[in-house]
């Protein structure tokens, strides 16, 4: 698997074709997808018990040593990187999945071996950042870097302002890295959104345009797989070729929607993300990865160690006995890092890849009927932000019964910006669930719920109505206690 | 307990009066010191059994979830932080250690009450990052805010070329930084070092007056606390000199050396560190923490939220019911992170900061040990870089028999620097030792062996022995093998 087959698999005639053959193949009925999701959901409970294994697995593996007299075994065994990949099957299946045995086995021969890079995996060039939020900026250096290499050594100083372009509902990282990275926040610039959410193509030209025309040097737009508050998905296709036609880096904060690439029924979601020069992608988010599990993927090829490369003697000897392709230090702009691969790698080897883009489609299914149950309850207080959602994200209020059928004005709107703040208290006061809100202010729209649906926990038909009946039964609890004079 | 009280502990009469009869009471023989650091290490293999109970704890405490029934019990138990401290004992105390059960007890409460903030008791203001590279970005940032406020929203183009300063010897990440931040690394100016590998007063003052002379703008000296590979201690007080005379932030690199924080004979390494603008720690070097566990601290209070904040209405609601001090996030310029801070509170909290404090000190003194033996050694071919080492670092050379009693030539010189890297290769493969080995370019001296001595493993004296045998019989063997035409 490669990311650049999945991003392809999206384009094409012949290939759309595949795929919806594909799509039918691995879904016949609609039951498939649910018994699919299910075998992987009732054995959740039996693959936690690895983690009662893990003291067991580092005593075997003798991790633990204290004294002189067990010197005699060797604290690391070593093999080349050629015979590792003999000894530890590293190949990740779309389909096959581990028993716990085998991931016991994978572990223990980690631990074994561990020490050397197992990096080698992930195909076109990339390295594990530390978050989202550094692996926007591996792009805005990157970008930089090709276009004005001196700047690695001579600063921005001299130079005219270089600017970024990103929508107004993408991740507020990229106004941060702007900052951090000496750009600036007036020259990181917003790019108005249609209705569903998505960069309005119009308006990036648009303001493309005027910057030139004022001096400054547009040099990188970011478009969005996913962005936070209601998960839309820009049109890459288009926001590429106007980066084509103004010679611009184009780079996709994935983060939280790049999880959609093992998807079957949803893929098309990412359509022309080939097109980008760089993505951004963490698995700890839609699929479930414990924090941090970030990538930041690049296709220009030698860039990243180019730009990032130092020659740094004590760590990086070019002396080794080794293969030194595999030092990735010089990509990266951190010195000790944690082995954040190996976690995605274990979960992509240990459920087979595939089970990843079923619990994802799943998700999105989920999150499509969760949207038709909110339609239903519209008489009883619930309300859409969006008609429709593209990703997971549904964003929604609650009317409680006393603010229904009155006239919507400013201050009726008032009160109902303050239902979902009320209820979020009661929530965690109770301790019965966890949903966050938010405002979409550039919307002049106050607070409403928020529910993320990921790949796991795995939910269900009867818990939306029971996370529906909560909020309901909450609000209202909550009015009566206000109106009580209680809170 | 906090840090400005240590620092501080190392200066003015009374204090040193103070901690010189701390120190005498504390090790009133020289057995005192290893008794208390051999307790520590005898009991390692039952705190390591707490890993076994990981299981249990989160079954437990019902953390594993996967379907509606069991949603009957609360998702988190919501406490205010008021009440958290009560519940949670958060003190951390110099002496007192903590039983396995109350360990346990802990970590049960964490997994209850989680989800809720933990940072408070680091005391000034500062923020965990995922690394020292990254913990020194925030230093340079806070520093150029702090002069120029508007680069925050207007970037660096029009400016004049800002520039630090940072010793030769000092870790890389400063240029790296200065790279990825704009300044450019030729906006990075190396400083000389004095022959213990110190950061040279008259060299950094000298270069200073240059780069003002040539229209730049000195910003910001970069001193180390344990530089890399010698493991110096620049002189905090002379360079704070310098820089309160030209207005520049002083900001200490102490990722290597910050744990000496803790030490009781060794503490005033540290001396003149409270006259620093703003610091970096990483607990995952000499201490022990697991990676990733690294701190930025700053005594400029209000700078940090300022010099970072955005409004993130989704994120970081201001219409909480609870005290949003607690809510670090406007800090920093990551958004999902790791609680790397749990790990550091549970280790000092565990037991007890002093324990560190022992450890460390035991730390130095078996590396004065090791260098010792390596003089005793000298006939037997071993040549130390340096007389004596300020920290826990000790460089030296194995000088084989047949290289012995000649004139040294260069050539000479470079059969010499191929010793280490031959007998690294020989340890990973035979896997009986992991020992680092480096050059010193800028000293025109090559690869030489680097020992490391941290909080764990406990080296003990015999054990010492031990590594030197063994590179001597690795060094042998090597050249053996090459002279016999094996290699």
């Known amino acids: 698997m490669n990311s650049d087959q999945i ?49 067991d697995l580092l005593v075997d593996e003798k991790a633990f040593c204290t004294a002189s007299h067990e010197w005699n075994e060797k604290i690391v065994q070593f093999e080349q990187p050629k015979e590792l990949k003999k000894l530890i099957d590293l190949k990740i299946d779309e389909n096959k999945s581990l028993t716990m045995p085998e991931i016991e086995k994978i572990c223990r021969q980690i631990i074994k071996y561990s020490i050397s890079e197992l990096c080698g995996y992930v195909h076109g060039d990339g390295i594990f950042s530390p978050g989202g939020s550094i692996s926007n900026m591996y792009g805005l250096v990157l970008a930089r870097y090709r276009r004005h290499p001196n700047i690695k050594t001579g600063g921005m100083f001299g130079l005219p302002p270089l600017v970024l372009f990103t929508s107004q509902e993408s991740h507020y990282s990229l106004k941060k890295a702007a900052h951090w990275l000496g750009f600036g926040m007036n020259n990181c610039i917003e790019v108005a959104t249609n209705e569903r959410g998505q960069m309005s193509i119009e308006d990036l030209e648009s303001k493309i345009l005027d910057i030139k025309a004022e001096g400054r040097v547009p040099f990188f737009v970011n478009a969005t797989a996913g962005t936070t508050v209601l998960g839309a998905f820009d049109d890459f296709e288009k926001v590429a070729n106007i980066c084509e036609k103004y ?22 979601l990412l359509k022309g993300l080939h097109r980008s020069n760089s993505f951004s992608w963490n698995p700890h988010k839609s699929m479930g990865a414990p924090l941090q599990c970030s990538l930041f993927i690049t296709r220009e090829l030698e860039l990243l160690p180019q730009c990032n490369s130092l020659a740094v003697d004590y760590l990086f000897q070019q002396d080794k006995f080794y293969d030194i392709s595999y030092d990735t230090g010089n990509k990266s702009i951190q010195c000790g890092r944690k082995v954040d691969a190996f976690k995605l790698w274990l979960m992509l080897k240990a459920r087979g890849y595939g089970s990843f883009g079923h619990l994802l489609d799943y998700a999105l299914d989920i999150s499509k009927i969760f949207v038709n149950k909110l339609k239903q309850r519209k008489d009883h207080g619930f309300r859409l932000v969006l008609d429709e959602f593209q990703y997971t994200n549904v964003c929604f209020w609650y009317i409680p019964k006393h603010l229904r059928n009155l006239e919507e004005t400013e201050e009726w709107n008032n009160q109902l910006y303050e239902v979902a703040p009320k209820v979020k208290e009661l929530m965690i006061r109770e301790g019965t669930l966890m949903l966050g809100y938010c405002p979409l202010q550039y919307r002049n729209v106050g607070n409403f719920f928020r529910m993320v649906f990921t790949c796991f926990p795995i939910i269900n038909d009867s818990e939306l109505d029971f996370i529906l009946d909560e909020i309901e039964r909450l609000a209202e609890q909550c009015h009566k206690h206000t109106s009580n004079g209680f809170v």
């Open 7 to 55: 991003c392809n698999q999206s384009n094409g005639n012949e290939q759309q074709q595949q795929q919806q053959q594909q799509q039918q193949q691995m879904y016949n009925s609609p039951t498939d997808l649910i018994n699919s999701v299910d075998s992987i959901r009732l054995k959740l409970t039996d693959d936690w018990k690895l983690l009662s294994s893990i003291y």
């Open 247 to 268: 010679n611009l880096w184009l780079h996709v904060d994935a983060c939280l929607g790049g999880s959609a690439l093992f998807c079957y029924k949803y893929r098309q």
